[in-house]
């Protein structure tokens, strides 16, 4: 059984917003740090943004920064990426994942290899 389904992907124009979801498929999260990351193809997958347990600490890549707002909402057992100003770049297939090794670990990590299962990840497609 995959412990997170992310949902919320599709088809956007340059410049239109879209909202992920990330909700587990039975475990509780909300003790973990949880991260969205994204790959596109022929790359390697890349950090998007990271939110600590309790939600009041968030990070993002650079390039993401003031686009994409993540948010979390322990009482649905639920994590959100709202993102803005869309750039055909933004294409990617994009993951989420939690760190279940460090309960209530007050940050947040930018290495993929620090989150211990993830999602299938769903389609996100900018048109020019």
């Known amino acids: 059984q995959v412990p997170l389904v992310e949902s919320g992907g599709g088809l956007v124009q340059a410049g239109g917003s879209l909202r992920l979801s990330c909700a587990d498929s039975g475990r509780t999260f909300s003790s973990y740090a949880m991260g969205w990351f994204r790959q596109a193809p022929g790359k390697e997958r890349e950090f998007v943004a990271a939110i600590n347990w309790s939600g009041r600490r968030k990070y993002y890549a650079d390039s993401m920064a003031g686009r994409f707002t993540i948010s979390r909402d322990n009482a649905k057992n639920t994590v959100s990426l709202q993102m803005n100003s869309l750039k055909p770049e933004d294409t990617a297939v994009y993951f989420c994942?939690?760190?279940?090794?460090?309960?209530?670990?007050?940050?947040?990590?930018?290495?993929?290899?620090?989150?211990?299962?993830w999602g299938q990840g769903t389609q996100v497609t900018v048109s020019s």
């Open positions: 994942a939690v760190d279940t090794l460090r309960p209530y670990y007050s940050g947040g990590d930018y290495t993929s290899s620090k989150y211990d299962y």
